[in-house]
């Protein structure tokens, strides 16, 4: 009988050279894999992928676990085979906040699979307790927390972070809460363009959707704070409770930046007034949270030389940025501006202490923790084992360090401003719709009469179905450039700004095309070439209008006679 060796399946457990090898070797042949399927012209890998509408339906019918195990090379060819057609992040990946994970992100990873340590409990995982004090402190000192009281830990995702903060928000306004369950007077908020995160963990939580309140935004997607006080004060009067205010620093889709300052200042009058609890305030720090590594940048002295436009906007993000120590807990996505692979989120508090709200009893635990032996057990997290995630950040901060985190981000804002000036020279047609927003992201709009109506539709001058329109052409412009999205991938979003409508029929979002400077392979040499592809596309989607424009004219008159008829 042929048996399959199943040591041969796992590393060795004496280092042996032999076994390292044969490791290697597989771990080469992917990396050769994945090369091969490289094309830095096209924003995907190579290889034929048919993703018709039956594939995922197809995929079910015929996928069956083996009898029999392949060798590794046989399987690393089928991974290989998921690849093709995948998104890279080449110069042309202007998409959303999908970043390249990095060498030492990676690295990191690798580190920690190596040992595949429990982060639950450092008696099983003892490094990545180890990584995650560490970058627990380094993180907290940059945003000005005092890391010997800070506390935190790698949770899923932004949304993870958000959620948390609810539950410790919750625990907060009455620790009894933990065993009677949720009351139905609290009331979290958060602003118009905040992540849907909140709206989630509402649900999540028992709380309900309906005790979110959407806070009006400000024309730079920030937080209208004098609409948040008075938000808070009608709740109160209801008989409601704020405990969560989530604010967002910043916003996924324009960089919108929240003042946590005005915030916590309305929260802690309106405590104050009504002798409530001050509410826990959580700044959405996801994306926009790397941009505290300019916190301690001396812009006088520029050591970095970054060009004085640059520098300017990274300055005017900073000013925002330096009150994040402000926030009783807040979030970094390392997975987004971090640079290091899915997932590798990292929540931190103010106080270690808020922890304890949401900690369980030592005798829910029977397993771990609570033992003489063992420091570290996180009771307190959702999860129960996690992966090691802490490594990988560990790995990124000590590679890049912040000055590595400083050009980097210096590259993509200089590059999105190159790209704004470049826009507004040759293509005044799309209107920049957050050009009070420096950072990474440029939304623009088109508009039927190739006019800039942005500033009419801010005032509320337009009706609903003039907006309507408007915001018809630029979903034509998204299929249009969804398309084309193979030789340049460009994000979108139909929910920028809400605005007032001339004609009282409610708030309406105005619809956007999205630039994301993501990829270390962007160039400022590039812009040319994005400007030249948007020019051509967006006369497309004019063509295809106008060309609808007629058609409905013409079916209406047709209409019109057949009624006389
Ligand atoms: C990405 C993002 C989130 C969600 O984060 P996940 O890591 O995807 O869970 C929440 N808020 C903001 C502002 C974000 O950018």
Not at 210 to 221: A, G, I, W, Y
Not at 274 to 302: E, W
Request: glycine letters at 8%; aromatic letters at 10%; a negative charge.
């Amino acid at each position: 009988m042929n048996q399959l060796n199943i040591r041969a399946l796992f590393p060795s457990d004496d280092g042996n050279l032999q076994q390292r090898e044969q490791f290697m070797g597989l771990v080469k042949q992917l990396m050769e894999g994945v090369d091969a399927l490289k094309d830095p012209e096209s924003v995907y890998l190579k290889g034929e992928k048919d993703r018709g509408s039956h594939f995922y339906r197809e995929l079910t019918a015929e996928s069956r676990i083996p009898v029999a195990g392949r060798p590794l090379e046989q399987v690393n060819e089928e991974l290989l085979k998921l690849l093709h057609g995948h998104p890279y992040h080449t110069k042309y990946f202007l998409t959303n906040i999908l970043p390249m994970a990095s060498t030492p992100g990676i690295l990191g990873m690798l580190a920690a699979f190596a040992v595949n340590g429990n982060n639950l409990w450092d008696v099983y995982g003892p490094a990545g307790a180890e990584a995650e004090v560490r970058v627990v402190a380094m993180m907290s000192e940059l945003v000005g927390y005092t890391p010997s009281e800070s506390g935190g830990y790698t949770t899923w995702g932004g949304q993870g972070a958000i959620f948390t903060g609810l539950r410790i928000a919750i625990n907060k306004h009455d620790p009894s809460i933990k065993k009677a369950g949720v009351p139905h007077n609290l009331y979290a908020f958060c602003s118009e363009a905040a992540h849907y995160s909140l709206f989630k963990s509402m649900e999540a939580t028992g709380l309900g959707t309906n005790n979110l309140v959407k806070v009006r935004t400000r024309e730079d997607s920030s937080m209208d704070v004098r609409d948040l006080k008075e938000k808070m004060e009608q709740v109160i009067r209801r008989g409601g409770v704020p405990i969560y205010v989530v604010a967002s620093t910043a916003t996924t889709d324009a960089m919108g930046i929240d003042n946590l300052a005005e915030i916590v200042e309305a929260s802690e009058e309106i405590a104050a007034q009504h002798s409530i609890r001050k509410p826990h305030i959580h700044a959405d720090s996801a994306l926009g949270g790397f941009f505290a590594f300019f916190n301690h940048y001396d812009f006088a002295g520029n050591p970095l030389a970054i060009g004085e436009e640059t520098l300017a906007a990274l300055a005017a993000i900073q000013e925002r940025m330096r009150h994040l120590h402000l926030a009783d807990s807040l979030c970094f996505d390392f997975q987004k501006l971090g640079q290091t692979p899915y997932s590798t989120s990292l929540f931190l508090v103010k106080r270690a202490s808020d922890l304890k709200l949401v900690d369980l009893e030592p005798d829910e635990t029977p397993y771990v923790g609570h033992r003489g032996y063992g420091d570290y057990h996180t009771s307190y997290t959702l999860e129960c084992s996690r992966m090691g995630s802490s490594i990988s950040i560990l790995s990124a901060l000590l590679a890049f360090g912040a000055e590595g985190y400083q050009r980097l981000l210096a590259q993509f804002v200089e590059i999105n401003l190159a790209f704004r000036r470049r826009l507004s020279e040759e293509l005044p047609e799309a209107v920049i719709v957050n050009p009070d927003n420096p950072g990474i992201i440029t939304l623009f709009r088109i508009y039927s009469d190739r006019k800039n109506g942005f500033a009419a539709e801010c005032r509320g001058q337009r009706t609903k179905a003039q907006i309507q329109c408007e915001n018809r052409l630029n979903d034509m412009l998204f299929e249009t450039l969804g398309r084309a999205r193979g030789e340049m991938f460009f994000g979108d979003t139909k929910k920028h700004l809400y605005v007032r409508t001339a004609d009282g029929a409610g708030d309406i979002a105005l619809y956007a095309a999205k630039l994301f400077v993501i990829s270390p392979y962007t160039q400022l040499s590039d812009v040319q070439a994005i400007v030249g592809f948007l020019k051509q596309k967006i006369e497309e989607t004019y063509a295809a209008y106008e060309a609808l424009a007629k058609k409905e004219k013409e079916d209406e008159k047709a209409f019109v006679e057949m009624e006389l008829v």
